[in-house]
């Protein structure tokens, strides 16, 4: 009896607590319960994370070229050169964040190193034609392919599950996420419904899921048996471009933890600030 109402007490104080003016409303005490357990705290907590790097959205939208609709992206994060400037140059994250605490994600890796070479890390991502062209050209710089966004980590992964750990694996939940966040990026890079000339202008998207739950490393040793290592940044190289018009042939996706979420700004920041100068400088 002692352990259970340690245990009850402790799941009470994972519930934010409510304003005195809804203490006794019961309704109050209910919602805030069914909040806790959906998506949308980590998707507040995620925009406030990147609020001092660049214009950030919550719940846009892109257009599904596959079913021909509009689908919500959870989180938008855009960075832009001076826009006085023009054209301008810019780099939107777009965030599909994924919540469920007790089940860990897996990042299958590849037992070799990066099948990409370093200037594919660079110019292999979604881009409108002129940044396509920039982007090769500043390849060609060892300081631009060193920057934490395209400096890939040895053994990368080339498949991301979210683990059940149960009998009933249900719906492919990573395999979703990482579709989302992917065409996500099409339509950035795309779009011309708010800017006519839009592609004009330098625009590059990257895919990121954010989890609030584990995230392991799978490989084998060399006896060949599973080896897990865990992370709180890995990334996913997909190679599924065939439902994603304008994809590269290797799609770079960024897997974040909400506790990795402090270093992975600090790394979209000391890439894109660099970027931009040199956009501006030249």
Request: with cysteine; charged share 25%.
């Given at each position: 009896?002692?352990?259970?109402?340690?245990?009850?007490?402790?799941?009470?104080e994972d519930i934010p607590q409510?304003?005195?003016?809804?203490?006794?409303?019961?309704?109050?005490?209910?919602?805030?319960?069914?909040?806790?357990?959906?998506?949308?705290?980590?998707?507040?907590?995620?925009?406030?994370?990147?609020?001092?790097?660049?214009?950030?959205?919550?719940?846009?939208?892109?257009?599904?070229?596959?079913?021909?609709?509009?689908?919500?992206?959870?989180?938008?994060?855009?960075?832009?050169?001076?826009?006085?400037?023009?054209?301008?140059?810019?780099?939107?994250?777009?965030?599909?964040?994924?919540?469920?605490?007790?089940?860990?994600?897996?990042?299958?890796?590849?037992?070799?190193?990066?099948?990409?070479?370093?200037?594919?890390?660079?110019?292999?991502?979604?881009?409108?034609?002129?940044?396509?062209?920039?982007?090769?050209r500043q390849a060609r710089f060892?300081?631009?392919?060193?920057?934490?966004?395209?400096?890939?980590?040895?053994?990368?992964?080339?498949?991301?599950?979210?683990?059940?750990?149960?009998?009933?694996?249900?719906?492919?939940?990573?395999?979703?996420?990482?579709?989302?966040?992917?065409?996500?990026?099409?339509?950035?890079?795309?779009?011309?419904?708010?800017?006519?000339?839009?592609?004009?202008?330098?625009?590059?998207?990257?895919?990121?899921?954010?989890?609030?739950?584990?995230?392991?490393?799978?490989?084998?040793?060399?006896?060949?048996?599973?080896?897990?290592?865990?992370?709180?940044?890995?990334?996913?190289?997909?190679?599924?471009?065939?439902?994603?018009?304008?994809?590269?042939?290797?799609?770079?996706?960024?897997?974040?933890?909400?506790?990795?979420?402090?270093?992975?700004?600090?790394?979209?920041?000391?890439?894109?600030?660099?970027?931009?100068?040199?956009?501006?400088?030249?």
């Amino acid at each position: 009896m002692i352990a259970l109402n340690k245990l009850m007490h402790e799941a009470n104080e994972d519930i934010p607590q409510l304003p005195e003016s809804l203490e006794s409303d019961p309704l109050a005490h209910k919602l805030l319960r069914w909040l806790t357990t959906q998506g949308y705290p980590l998707e507040m907590r995620i925009a406030r994370a990147f609020l001092d790097l660049g214009r950030v959205t919550q719940s846009g939208y892109y257009h599904d070229s596959e079913a021909d609709c509009y689908r919500e992206i959870d989180v938008q994060v855009g960075m832009r050169s001076d826009m006085e400037k023009d054209p301008w140059l810019e780099v939107t994250l777009c965030i599909e964040a994924k919540s469920s605490t007790e089940k860990p994600w897996v990042l299958f890796c590849m037992d070799h190193d990066s099948p990409l070479h370093p200037i594919a890390a660079v110019v292999q991502r979604f881009c409108s034609a002129p940044m396509r062209e920039w982007l090769e050209r500043q390849a060609r710089f060892k300081e631009v392919r060193k920057l934490p966004l395209f400096d890939i980590e040895l053994s990368p992964g080339y498949s991301l599950v979210r683990a059940s750990l149960g009998q009933s694996q249900g719906e492919d939940v990573a395999y979703k996420a990482v579709l989302s966040s992917v065409k996500a990026c099409h339509w950035a890079t795309t779009r011309t419904d708010t800017e006519p000339h839009a592609n004009k202008f330098l625009i590059m998207a990257i895919p990121v899921i954010v989890i609030d739950a584990p995230l392991f490393k799978c490989t084998l040793n060399e006896q060949g048996k599973l080896q897990l290592s865990r992370t709180n940044i890995g990334t996913l190289i997909w190679h599924d471009n065939r439902l994603v018009p304008t994809a590269p042939p290797n799609i770079i996706v960024s897997v974040v933890t909400e506790a990795g979420l402090p270093e992975f700004v600090e790394r979209v920041r000391s890439s894109v600030e660099p970027l931009i100068a040199r956009y501006e400088e030249n």
